[in-house]
């Protein structure tokens, strides 16, 4: 069980006898699916930039040991800015047309959280964006996740929730 407790009806829905597989949630700028090792996140080419840092915001309280895994090809000299940025450095080798860079983006560092908000307005400009953020994130997290957006973001609403189905055993 949970302990906080929120609407119980999201808890009834949150907590029935079997499982979740996945919990999608948003409004119609942006839409969020959880899963217990993955947050998959949409945002519609409009959506506000205060929305997008709230979404952040909000996975980086419920779980700062979340993470967002980028990689990219640069200079070699570029890579110690990204560094500079909250990024962590977790691969690089020479490739065509320069280094293929491996980061972590730590929600735990509100300055790579910063930086991951302003790459992600850069991207919008070219059209919608599709970020995966990995979490250990349980049932309770979900919870607390949709209680923290349901709370700080207008709109937001529940959409689905899957459950996990037992496979059926032949006897």
Same mark, same amino acid.
């Given at each position: ?7 119980? %009806? ?5 907590? +029935? +006898? ?20 993955? @947050?998959?996140? =949409?945002? &519609?080419?409009?959506?506000? $930039? /205060? ?20 990689? @990219?090809?640069? %200079?070699? $000299?570029?890579?110690?800015? /990204?560094? !500079?940025?909250?990024? @962590? ?13 491996? /980061? !972590? ?21 070219? &059209?919608?964006?599709?970020? #995966?953020?990995? =979490?250990?994130?349980? #049932? ?14 207008? !709109? =937001?609403?529940?959409?689905? @929730? ?10």
């Amino acid at each position: 069980m949970c302990a906080q407790k929120t609407h119980q %009806d999201l808890e009834a829905k949150i907590s +029935p +006898p079997q499982s979740l597989g996945s919990f999608e949630m948003g409004r119609n700028d942006v839409n969020v699916v959880c899963t217990y090792g993955k @947050i998959a996140v =949409w945002f &519609g080419r409009k959506v506000p $930039d /205060y929305i997008i840092a709230q979404v952040l915001i909000g996975i980086s309280k419920v779980d700062p040991s979340t993470v967002h895994e980028f990689e @990219i090809i640069c %200079d070699f $000299d570029e890579i110690t800015e /990204y560094e !500079s940025k909250g990024y @962590i450095l977790v691969s690089y080798g020479k490739t065509a047309g320069g280094y293929r860079v491996n /980061y !972590s983006i730590p929600f735990s560092n509100k300055k790579a959280l910063f930086h991951l908000s302003r790459f992600v307005l850069e991207e919008l400009q070219k &059209g919608e964006v599709r970020k #995966d953020f990995y =979490w250990n994130g349980s #049932d309770c997290d979900i919870q607390r996740l949709y209680k923290e957006f349901s709370n700080n973001i207008d !709109s =937001w609403e529940l959409k689905a @929730i899957n459950y996990k189905t037992e496979p059926q055993t032949n006897r």
